[in-house]
């Protein structure tokens, strides 16, 4: 009988060590998962985009090339697990060759 009542409080226990991380340390891991992903890609990984979370809500910022490029920053943001929404605040500057 004392085995199930052990094993049911250590359930609740650990149940509760979850809600016991602060909201913003979940933004701040969820930040940093956005930031590697676009590290590494490809495209857009040699760019400085930056990102930031609150509530899910991530918020790029920084320069890029094209809207293609800040097209995809976005796109990529949207498909890290746990972000809910993305807000653009990158600046587009497209780089003239010189003549």
């Excluded at 891991?29 to 760019?47: F, Q």
């Excluded at 985009?49 to 293609?68: M, N, P, R, W, Y």
């Amino acid at each position: 009988m004392r085995g199930p009542a052990v094993a049911l409080a250590i359930a609740l226990m650990l149940a509760g060590c979850g809600r016991a991380i602060p909201a913003h340390a979940d933004d701040q891991t969820l930040a940093t998962h956005v930031k590697i992903e676009l590290l590494n890609d490809r495209e857009i990984g040699s760019l400085r985009i930056q990102a930031t979370a609150e509530a899910g809500v991530v918020t790029l910022s920084g320069e890029v090339g094209s809207a293609a490029q800040a097209a995809r920053a976005v796109d990529i943001a949207r498909h890290v697990q746990g972000v809910r929404e993305v807000k653009s605040r990158i600046v587009v500057r497209p780089t003239t060759s010189p003549s």
